[in-house]
């Protein structure tokens, strides 16, 4: 029986799926996301959560400079 390992992208934990058990059993409550970079181009993560997954797109948007937020009046404490 084949056997597919999926690595959470964002803490490394790992979940074996055989072939005995059913994907949707053992992937419970991960997150799967496709991220297309151009034609024909696309690029598969994998994440045991949510709070993993808001911790890779924390990471993969840019934090907007906190000159610019008091600017505004926003992000004064």
Not at 16 to 28: F, I, N
Not at 56 to 74: C, I, N, R, S
């Amino acid at each position: 029986m084949a056997r597919e390992c999926f690595v959470c992208h964002s803490c490394g934990e790992k979940v074996e799926c055989s072939g005995k058990a059913r994907p949707c059993e053992v992937l419970e409550g991960w997150v799967m996301v496709s991220l297309w970079n151009g034609p024909e181009t696309v690029e598969h993560y994998s994440f045991c959560s949510l709070v993993c997954l808001k911790s890779w797109l924390d990471a993969q948007v840019p934090e907007v400079p906190t000159a610019f937020l008091k600017a505004f009046g926003e992000g004064e404490e």
